[in-house]
Nanobody
Framework: QVQLLEAGGGSVQTGGSLRRSCTAS????????MGWFRQAPWKEREGVAC????????FCTSSVKGRFTVSRDNAKNTVYLQMNSLKPEDTAMYYC????????????????WGQGTQVTVSS
């Protein structure tokens, strides 16, 4: 049974840091693309970061480049999103996702989704 279990998130002040984790079961993250998405109220789901299978090429959307880092630990079957220098506009529900159609920031490339957790950045 495929499952993505997310942890981390919470509330932080502007400039603070948080680390999200997403542990997969039922498949190996090393051979799948993994993505991080977020959705703020009344906005569309936005791709934040992704990591490709095998060599693990990473990509982040422009608004978080230099602040967010995506990585994975194949032994733990876990992908991480390190979020630094957080801003109020980063406030959203954050989701991890897995797919086998290639690394992308588009949600339609992903089949499996975590339950999501809230990240709130206060000014």
């Amino acid at each position: 049974q495929v499952q993505l279990l997310e942890a981390g998130g919470g509330s932080v002040q502007t400039g603070g840091s948080l680390r999200r984790s997403c542990t997969a079961s039922g498949f190996a993250i090393s051979i799948n693309s993994m993505g991080w998405f977020r959705q703020a109220p009344w906005k569309e789901r936005e791709g934040v970061a992704c990591i490709s299978p095998a060599v693990g090429i990473t990509f982040c959307t422009s608004s978080v480049k230099g602040r967010f880092t995506v990585s994975r630990d194949n032994a733990k079957n876990t992908v991480y999103l390190q979020m630094n220098s957080l801003k109020p506009e980063d406030t959203a529900m954050y989701y991890c996702a897995a797919g086998n159609r290639g690394a992308s920031l588009l949600p339609q490339f992903y089949t499996y989704w975590g339950q999501g957790t809230q990240v709130t950045v206060s000014s």
